[in-house]
């Protein structure tokens, strides 16, 4: 059972020291019980009430770790069912498969699609997660492959797919530095799956014939200490897995089932020999609760949706998106260059400045912090009125980067031109268009006075 704030704190130090930037010890009880921050960041908790308040306060649904460094994959750590209840935390995993059957030019082209396609989205990188390698021949097939997945995706993170034990121990041998996920645990195997993600320290993959068959399997595994597991329920059609995974997140949130209180695996490349039918499949398991799915290919037109659909699921929905307050040059502007201002909510910060670098006009764009609320939004609130928009162009230093004294500002904020020459008696203010898409030719056509 989960501990509460106070009982957090009666295991403090009550030093209230500030070290990890909460004011008063209280405060940071009632952040760690709200799982808002880790224990670990109090610097004066010994081990064991470390590891007393950790397993206490630990998610339903464990979080693991795939890969090393910055670009290691982090699954699970979730603990609510709906994403408006609080929020969820990591994002599906999409991964493609490889199998030692596959020809080199298979190979390959499938790890430069996973290199080439990344895409930005205000702001965010997004892009595939993981690659899975899959044996199907013998032990020296499949560590040429790895070598190979290696040598030309050196950020991915693996999966090791084999059910001999033998032949995943030849593998880990060559890449367990790279903490690959061991697919996977069987009936059959289990013991000696078990024994190599101990020794290799990697998370294992539980796969059962069927749910009750994988809680087996997981409560075995989880009386042998191992606690990084991944669930595969062994469904192999929508339905099948749609209603496991389901189950999983259900008995891990409610019922505080421990076998099933793991991340999650799902193979839409094995349940469609299509690949619009593996996105279709895909896109009904990132949102039900697959932690990581994995695809035979990766193509742009399917995997881009996936992308947004992940994207739009796992952002926060209490947060709003923002950019940094801050002066931002757009091709390359000089002292003769306008000077626009917008708020900092990220949708409309992209939006403005696609269209100020489609238009090929030197510009200078002020991001006044608004809290991440749109224009209008900011202004009603009060964050974007005349006095602080003054005071942002006061300090941004934008007067030593131009000649000129006039500052465009959105058509929707016509009303406030003239508070705005109050504040800024030196500047004259410009209306500038409602509709992004106008700015283009606005700018074409604009002259300093």
């Known amino acids: 059972m989960a501990l509460t704030g106070i009982q957090i704190l009666k295991m403090l130090p009550?030093?209230?020291?500030?070290?990890?930037?909460?004011?008063?010890?209280?405060?940071?009880?009632?952040?760690?019980?709200?799982?808002?921050?880790?224990?670990?960041e109090c610097p004066y908790v010994d081990d064991e009430v470390k590891a007393t308040i950790g397993e206490a306060s630990a998610p339903p649904i464990r979080t693991v770790k795939i890969g090393t460094g910055d670009d290691a994959f982090v699954v699970g750590g979730?603990?609510?069912?709906?994403?408006?209840?609080?929020?969820?935390?990591?994002?599906?995993?999409?991964?493609?498969?490889?199998?030692?059957?596959?020809?080199?030019?298979?190979?390959?082209?499938?790890?430069?699609?996973?290199?080439?396609?990344?895409?930005?989205?205000?702001?965010?990188?997004?892009?595939?997660?993981?690659?899975?390698?899959?044996?199907?021949?013998?032990?020296?097939?499949?560590?040429?492959?790895?070598?190979?997945?290696?040598?030309?995706?050196?950020?991915?993170?693996?999966?090791?797919?084999?059910?001999?034990?033998?032949?995943?121990?030849?593998?880990?041998?060559?890449?367990?530095?790279?903490?690959?996920?061991?697919?996977?645990?069987?009936?059959?195997?289990?013991?000696?799956?078990?024994?190599?993600?101990?020794?290799f320290k990697c998370p294992l993959t539980v796969k059962g014939v069927n749910l009750d068959d994988a809680v087996h399997i997981s409560e075995e595994l989880s009386k042998a200490g191992l606690k990084d597991l991944i669930i595969d329920s062994g469904a192999r059609t929508l339905r099948a897995a749609f209603e496991d995974n389901i189950v999983c997140r259900r008995a891990a949130i409610n019922k505080k089932y421990k076998p099933l209180g793991f991340p999650t695996i799902a193979f839409p490349c094995e349940?469609?020999?299509?690949?619009?039918?593996?996105?279709?499949?895909?896109?009904?398991?990132?949102?039900?609760?697959?932690?990581?799915?994995?695809?035979?290919?990766?193509?742009?037109?399917?995997?881009?949706?996936?992308?947004?659909?992940?994207?739009?699921?796992?952002?926060?929905?209490?947060?709003?998106?923002?950019?940094?307050?801050?002066?931002y040059p757009l091709n390359g502007p000089d002292e003769n260059s306008p000077v626009i201002i917008t708020c900092n909510f990220s949708l409309t910060y992209f939006i403005v400045s696609g269209e100020i670098e489609g238009s090929k006009v030197p510009s200078w764009l002020l991001i006044k912090d608004t809290e991440g609320l749109?224009?209008?939004?900011?202004?009603?609130?009060?964050?974007?009125?005349?006095?602080?928009?003054?005071?942002?162009?006061?300090?941004?230093?934008?007067?030593?980067?131009?000649?000129?004294?006039?500052?465009?500002?959105?058509g929707y904020l016509a009303n406030i031109k003239g508070e705005l020459e109050e504040e800024l008696p030196e500047w004259t203010i410009t209306i500038g268009p409602r509709e992004a898409g106008h700015i283009p030719a606005f700018l074409k056509e604009w002259k300093p006075s």
């Open 271 to 327: 349940m469609s020999d299509d690949l619009m039918m593996e996105a279709m499949i895909s896109s009904v398991l990132v949102a039900k609760y697959a932690g990581m799915i994995i695809l035979s290919d990766l193509q742009g037109d399917t995997l881009f949706p996936l992308f947004l659909e992940r994207m739009n699921l796992f952002t926060d929905p209490q947060r709003p998106m923002v950019v940094e307050e801050d002066i």
């Open 78 to 199: 979730e603990t609510c069912l709906a994403r408006h209840e609080k929020r969820f935390e990591h994002q599906t995993g999409i991964g493609v498969l490889l199998t030692t059957e596959m020809d080199e030019a298979a190979v390959g082209s499938r790890l430069d699609n996973y290199n080439k396609l990344s895409y930005e989205r205000v702001g965010v990188i997004m892009k595939p997660d993981l690659v899975a390698v899959k044996d199907l021949t013998d032990a020296a097939a499949f560590t040429s492959l790895i070598k190979t997945v290696i040598d030309k995706a050196p950020g991915a993170n693996i999966i090791l797919m084999s059910e001999s034990a033998a032949n995943m121990k030849a593998a880990l041998e060559i890449c367990s530095d790279r903490q690959p996920l061991i697919y996977a645990a069987t009936a059959d195997n289990y013991n000696d799956m078990a024994a190599l993600a101990k020794d």
């Open 374 to 410: 749109s224009v209008l939004t900011a202004w009603a609130a009060g964050k974007f009125g005349a006095d602080l928009i003054a005071q942002f162009m006061k300090k941004s230093g934008i007067e030593d980067k131009v000649k000129h004294r006039e500052l465009l500002i959105p």
């Open 14 to 40: 009550k030093k209230n020291c500030g070290e990890c930037k909460i004011p008063t010890c209280l405060a940071f009880a009632m952040k760690v019980a709200a799982g808002q921050m880790e224990i670990g």
